[in-house]
């Protein structure tokens, strides 16, 4: 990882002075495929409120000095939407037991240095400091491989996620509701979960 590049944890009131750039970095990067996302500034600001408001919330911030080129999201799935505990209510899982892994966006110019793998880290290890958790979760977007905006050099992160011990579990999915760069309204987009048992 390059040297001026720091990582930190953050939790509850301690984000407030980063939401305006953590909203600034998920309309950049959920542009691009999978998600082709056409965000809305004061949107993205509403809904980061969730992890100022949960104490038990993280947020991994990746600096390059006083610049925030990357952050990652997470808490307890006791805390999260019905739209992401309905798969795992449905299939026997308790919340309590369950860590959710939201997002992580990182500037094109970072990426490659090792900062996605420090970003489950973190999160992990937050889960674990937190304790009682046996499964850590996330979920991604399911994009048709004939879809128009597909890059013909796409490389999707299965392989990432593999090797940080996440399964994909076809059986848990939901949808999101959001507007596509070419679309007039919003449409929902399935969205499936990977697993990580905890030990």
Same mark, same amino acid.
């Given at each position: ?18 939401? %305006? ?7 950049? *990067? ?29 947020? *991994? ?86 879809? %128009? ?20 579990? %076809? ?5 999101? *509701? ?11 987009? %399935? ?9």
């Amino acid at each position: 990882m390059s040297k001026q590049i720091r990582i930190e944890r953050k939790s509850g009131k301690a984000l407030e002075r980063h939401i %305006p750039d953590l909203a600034r970095l998920r309309i950049e *990067v959920f542009r691009d495929f999978p998600y082709l996302y056409d965000g809305d500034f004061e949107y993205e600001k509403k809904y980061l409120q969730t992890y100022l408001d949960c104490p038990e919330s993280v947020i *991994v911030l990746a600096f390059d000095g006083d610049e925030v080129v990357g952050a990652s999201t997470a808490m307890p799935m006791k805390h999260e939407t019905a739209e992401i505990q309905k798969p795992f209510i449905e299939n026997g899982y308790n919340l309590d037991e369950v860590f959710y892994c939201s997002e992580s966006v990182l500037n094109k110019n970072y990426r490659g240095l090792g900062i996605g793998v420090r970003f489950f880290e973190e999160r992990e290890a937050h889960a674990a400091e937190l304790g009682g958790f046996k499964h850590i979760t996330f979920c991604c977007v399911e994009r048709p491989a004939e879809h %128009p905006r597909h890059p013909a050099d796409y490389v999707p992160l299965d392989a990432f996620w593999n090797k940080r011990g996440y399964v994909k579990h %076809p059986e848990l999915h939901t949808s999101y *509701v959001w507007k596509d760069l070419d679309d007039t309204e919003e449409t929902a987009k %399935p969205m499936t979960f990977w697993l990580k048992h905890e030990r």
